[in-house]
């Protein structure tokens, strides 16, 4: 069975940083493009980085580029988000997603992934 467990989330102060951490389960890791997304109570999920299967292709949303880092490890099966400078319109639920044949025209797409993790809360409040 494919599980995805997030991990790091917590309360940070504005200007702080996260790691999220998302370890994969009962998949072959290098074959799926691996995302991040979001969603902030009473919002839509909202996409916020991918990495693509080879690893050498990432994308970032305008709102996290420059202060958010999606990276990944093939030997732990996990993927990262290293996220720095945080602000108060960052907190939400973090959620992982992983998707084996998704395209490059659709990797912001919620709908475009099989499998998502139960994601994890961050804060960003003073």
């Known amino acids: 069975q494919v599980q995805l467990v997030e991990s790091g989330g917590g309360g940070v102060q504005p200007g702080g940083s996260l790691r999220l951490s998302c370890v994969a389960s009962?998949?072959?890791?290098?074959?799926?493009?691996m995302g991040w997304f979001r969603q902030a109570p009473g919002k839509e999920r909202e996409f916020v980085s991918a990495?693509?299967?080879?690893?050498?292709?990432?994308h970032y949303a305008a709102s996290v580029k420059g202060r958010f880092t999606i990276s990944r490890d093939s030997v732990k099966n996990t993927v990262y988000l290293q996220m720095n400078s945080l602000k108060p319109e960052d907190t939400a639920v973090y959620y992982c997603?992983?998707?084996?044949?998704?395209?490059?025209?659709?990797?912001?797409?919620?709908?475009?992934?099989?499998?998502w993790g139960q994601g994890t809360q961050v804060t960003v409040s003073s």
């Open positions: 009962g998949l072959t890791f290098n074959r799926y493009t």
């Open positions: 997603a992983a998707d084996q044949s998704i395209i490059l025209s659709s990797i912001s797409s919620t709908t475009a992934y099989d499998y």
């Open positions: 990495i693509f299967r080879s690893g050498s292709s990432t």
